[in-house]
């Protein structure tokens, strides 16, 4: 039974630039959660993702977007690149309401 | 202020000590409170959670205590090990009906040998 699997495990962008990064949930889990995680500090809620449609958005601005597929897997977008994006972005499945599990999260470096 | 507050933010301990850490929140209606371990460069993962109908879990060397009166809870880790080296967070879903995992600042524990 396969955990969940973030891709690429690492990113390097330049500001401007736009990124794609992928999740797929463990096997049995409907819901996506996407995190991102600055150096030193606890992950921070972006937004999750339930039925194909987002359910909740953190306080991130609308650069960050997404996407659930009928598979139940997930794309996180982000537009014009900051040099504050580089993070690790960590994506955690669950059944709704459950327990929620992370993947090993991309590495995103902004130059 | 922070909607999770933990602390302490540094923890060592000699091997077979045991560690507390504790986690407040801000919102009465929170009704689920997992705990992650982090290490270095990898995943959080999820070591032990609890629900609000539950005061107390345990899970071999690790329990969780919830107290909902006084809006905290807590990990502890008995006969600690190198290996329970790493960073911890607590988190708890902030409002009501809310899908939106909360996590403290993390506690970096050290076991020293």
């Known amino acids: 039974d396969a955990g969940v699997t973030q891709s690429p495990t690492h990113l390097i962008k330049t500001r401007g630039q736009q990124v794609t990064l992928r999740c797929s949930p463990k096997s049995g889990h409907d819901t996506v959660s996407w995190y991102q995680q600055a150096l030193g500090q606890g992950p921070q809620f972006i937004f999750q993702y339930y039925e194909e449609e987002e359910r909740q958005r953190g306080n991130f601005p609308d650069r960050f977007s997404g996407h659930q597929f009928p598979n139940y897997s997930s794309e996180l977008n982000v537009n014009a690149l900051l040099l504050g994006d580089s993070a690790l972005y960590l994506c955690a499945s669950s059944l709704t309401g459950g327990s929620q599990y992370f993947g090993p999260g991309t590495r995103l470096l902004v130059l | 202020g922070e909607n999770v507050e933990q602390h302490p933010s540094t923890l060592s301990v000699q091997e077979g000590d045991s560690a507390v850490i504790k986690c407040t929140y801000s919102?009465?209606?929170?009704?689920?409170f997992p705990w992650y371990k982090q290490e270095l460069g990898k995943r959080p993962q999820l070591i032990i959670d609890i629900r609000s109908n539950v005061g107390e879990k345990k899970d071999q060397r690790i329990a969780v205590t919830l107290n909902k009166t006084a809006k905290h809870f807590s990990l502890h880790i008995t006969e600690t090990q190198p290996e329970d080296s790493a960073v911890y967070f607590c988190a708890a879903y902030i409002g009501a009906g809310s899908y939106q995992l909360t996590f403290g600042k993390g506690t970096k524990l050290s076991v020293i040998p």
């Open positions: 919102d009465s209606a929170s009704n689920y």
